[in-house]
């Protein structure tokens, strides 16, 4: 099977949030046309691995304001739902501080925004496997034995499977037992999150901390397992990552100080104040059980799992969720680590690429997302990050220096 992509310059490599705000604004600023710009990802649908991901965790509003979302102008989404602004709070579409927008309005304003740019038929569902450069483009090959050459490839691959985080206890046990699951783990059953059986939730953040309130909330046992006390923070890095003074400081370092940096930077395993109070008010009245304590062993029986924790303390529960995260490690797996190894790319001694300011590898070759943090800061995996990519990205291609 061969892919026909010459009339097709444009390849980008992951279908989300970045994917799509990448293809939307090559579109918008006239650098390229729908029919101009390949898709690839192998979900169903652009963004589902978002969709999936969110309603997982049973958020109700996102932790970012309603001006990062994947539409060229910021205010778009909050002009969409004007009105007025208080009847807008009062009705949950937005939620303070931060007019931060429901998941609801979120998800079907990014809808409208891909309907509009026709995002769809740009779409190839595979998923990239090796990428190599042909003559003045890259011949990439992808998933069911198909390939093809594009003459300019975005990487937007996200936080990819490979790099879930996993206690060490965890990592021994989690093919042996159906009934310990990573939340961001593939094929994760809605149903399965929401048994009514007594589930051990393993994280101190936000994910940890959404389930946790969710499922109690309906009346169902579970216990929130977290190292420490709460970490709470309204974003998960200070804002000063959103404007120009953190990120000139960080383009004067060297990556090895820049790795440093954007470790201390991020607000990692943190919750907001809202989430933070909702927490404590269900474990006063009993719904919740919040343990700071760390997993020593578990042993699964006929009918329950029992959890011995370090605090000597032990739990009798029917499953285990880890909300760990990620780890730190590059995303990307193989795909990457063959295309480093194919092409000679500049990598940091934290194994992250090199690029120059325009989020270039190599000439053609852009990257977004986790992989673009050296440049981007602790936020480039968020929303805003991909705004800010593709403000360095667009900047290569058209010359233009965006605000
Ligand atoms: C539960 C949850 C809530 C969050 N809330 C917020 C929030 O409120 N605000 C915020 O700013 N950020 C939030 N984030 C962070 C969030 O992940 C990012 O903002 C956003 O999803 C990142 O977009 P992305 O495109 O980089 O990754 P993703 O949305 O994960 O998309 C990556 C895509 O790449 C595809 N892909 C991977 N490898 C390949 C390959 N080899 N070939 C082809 N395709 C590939 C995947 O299938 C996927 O579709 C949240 C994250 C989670 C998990």
Redo the contacts with the bound molecule.
């Keep these: 099977m061969g892919h026909l992509s010459s009339k097709r310059p444009w390849l980008i490599?992951?279908?989300?949030?970045?994917?799509s705000h990448l293809a939307i604004m090559l579109i918008a600023q006239g650098v390229a046309q729908a029919s101009e710009i390949t898709i690839?990802?192998?979900?169903p649908h652009i963004?589902?691995?978002?969709q999936e991901?969110?309603n997982?965790?049973e958020?109700s509003h996102?932790?970012?304001p309603g001006a990062?979302h994947i539409a060229p102008d910021p205010q778009a989404l909050s002009r969409k739902f004007r009105k007025s602004r208080n009847r807008h709070i009062t009705k949950g579409l937005f939620a303070l501080p931060n007019r931060r927008p429901s998941l609801m309005i979120f998800n079907s304003f990014c809808q409208s925004c891909i309907a509009d740019y026709d995002l769809q038929m740009c779409h190839l569902q595979a998923?990239?496997l090796r990428i190599r450069r042909q003559g003045n483009g890259f011949k990439v090959s992808?998933s069911g034995g198909g390939d093809g050459i594009w003459q300019k490839v975005i990487l937007?691959?996200?936080?990819?499977d490979d790099t879930l985080n996993y206690p060490v206890w965890a990592k021994e046990n989690i093919r042996k037992y159906g009934n310990l699951k990573h939340i961001?783990e593939p094929n994760v059953a809605i149903d399965w999150l929401s048994t009514p059986e007594h589930m051990l939730i393993v994280g101190g953040g936000i994910?940890a901390a959404q389930l946790a309130v969710s499922r109690a909330s309906k009346g169902f046992p579970t216990t929130m397992l977290k190292r420490g006390p709460l970490r709470i923070h309204q974003f998960d890095s200070s804002p000063c990552w959103m404007g120009s003074q953190c990120i000139s400081k960080l383009q004067q370092l060297t990556p090895a100080q820049k790795r440093k940096v954007i470790n201390e930077g991020r607000n990692s395993g943190s919750v907001p104040p809202g989430i933070a109070a909702n927490l404590r008010r269900l474990d006063r009245n009993g719904n919740l059980k919040i343990v700071d304590s760390q997993v020593d062993s578990v042993d699964p029986g006929a009918t329950s799992i029992e959890v011995k924790l370090e605090s000597g303390d032990g739990l009798k529960v029917k499953s285990i969720l880890l909300a760990s995260g990620y780890s730190g490690i590059r995303p990307?797996g193989q795909?990457i680590d063959f295309l480093i190894q194919d092409e000679k790319l500049p990598i940091s001694p934290c194994g992250y690429p090199i690029l120059d300011q325009e989020l270039q590898w190599c000439p053609g070759l852009f990257v977004?997302?986790g992989l673009a943090e050296l440049e981007i800061g602790p936020l480039s995996?968020?929303?805003?990050g991909?705004r800010l990519a593709a403000k360095r990205i667009l900047r290569k291609e058209t010359n233009v220096v965006f605000p």
């Excluded at 490599?13 to 970045?18: A, F, L, P």
Aim: no cysteine; net charge positive; glycine share 16%.
């Design positions: 490599v992951g279908g989300g949030v970045h994917g690839l990802d192998p979900r963004m589902s691995k978002w991901m969110t997982r965790v958020m996102l932790r970012s990062h998923k990239a992808y937007a691959i996200g936080s990819t961001f994910s990307g795909l977004t997302g995996r968020n929303i805003l991909a």
